[in-house]
């Protein structure tokens, strides 16, 4: 069985519907509200779970009642969290996400800000035992730690490369796949075109660099050539995790020593298919209808 760590951030996310974004002050009153886990380790750990993968959850949550249900619905889903430090007294993650008709989407994040941001008790963790590592970018200390550690033993490096006040710099040195959103890219490189903002990433690592636009599919680069993969047309509902599950689904094909196109064709697949349904995990596809949507593309 493929094996897979994912290391950062779990949030318990509290979704508002709407029919349009606010754009001014004001009272609104929304369609539907769900709270549901989210953040982008935990989401991708789920994703891949679901594609039928062993994966383990490493991150951080407070001993309060947020992070309790985080670590239940965590394992509810399929995924370990007995490498999750549980932090006494501290309050766990939490998010507000307003999503508009279209399935666009605000998200405002509030870290919990007793979690210690140190990753060093990552060392006493045996990173030869899994397939590949996937870390976001939120908990900085914790994917640096994890990444030196799986590289130390030969293990494949994924980094999801989304917006961080930090500078990532040293995550994508790390990185055998660093895999930007366009806000990510553009705060890494200063570039506003994305392609050449991908170039400019490339520098930072020998491995391959990706950049993925939405609707638009996924760009990267290798063997010093763009390769593009267009994404799939779908009734969108709501995009909050696209990214994330996109990454965990990435993760599992490579993982499997799948070619690059074809994992990032998986991977764009099962990220589309979970648009079609409310909230950032709840339509997320096993491996055989993931495989049924690809067939309609042949």
């Known amino acids: 069985m493929t094996r897979i760590a ?31 886990g989210g953040g982008p380790a935990a989401t991708a750990a789920v994703a891949a779970a679901k594609l039928g993968a062993q994966v383990d959850f490493i991150g951080r949550v407070g001993d309060d009642d947020t992070g309790k249900r985080l670590l239940g619905e965590l394992e509810s889903q399929g995924v370990n969290t007995r490498y999750t430090k549980v932090f006494a007294g501290a309050r ?16 405002v994040n509030y870290p919990g800000p007793e979690l210690a941001a140190s990753g060093d008790w990552l060392q006493a963790l045996d990173f030869s035992q899994w397939d590949i590592v996937l870390a976001d970018v939120r908990w900085h200390d914790g994917a640096k ?31 055998d796949h660093a895999v930007f959103s366009s806000p990510g890219l553009r705060r890494l490189t200063a570039n506003h075109d ?21 609707s638009e599919g996924c760009y990267w680069l290798e063997n010093g050539a763009l390769c593009h993969q267009p994404g799939f047309a779908v009734n969108v509902v709501d995009t909050t ?30 990220a589309a298919l979970k648009c079609t349904r409310p909230g950032g995990r709840e339509g997320i596809p096993d491996c055989d209808q993931t495989r049924s949507f690809l067939s309609l593309f042949v």
């Not at 994305?194 to 939405?214: D, F, H, I």
């Open 241 to 270: 995790g696209a990214g994330d599950v996109f990454h965990g689904a990435l993760a599992v094909s490579l993982a499997q020593q799948t070619p690059t196109s074809e994992a990032v064709r998986f991977a764009s697949a099962v």
């Open 92 to 107: 766990s993650s939490q998010s507000g996400v307003l999503v508009d008709a279209s399935g666009e989407r605000i998200i």
């Open 145 to 175: 730690q994890a990444f030196t550690l799986a590289r130390r033993h030969g293990v494949t490096t994924l980094l999801d490369g989304d917006t961080t006040p930090q500078d990532i710099s040293e995550l994508v040195a790390l990185s």
């Open 194 to 214: 994305p392609l050449e903002a991908l170039k400019s990433a490339k520098t930072l690592t020998n491995g391959l660099v990706y950049v993925t636009q939405g």
């Open 6 to 36: 994912c290391v950062g951030i779990t949030v318990l996310d509290r979704i508002w519907y709407l029919n349009a974004l606010p754009h001014d002050g004001g009272k609104y009153v929304a369609d539907n509200y769900q709270e549901t």
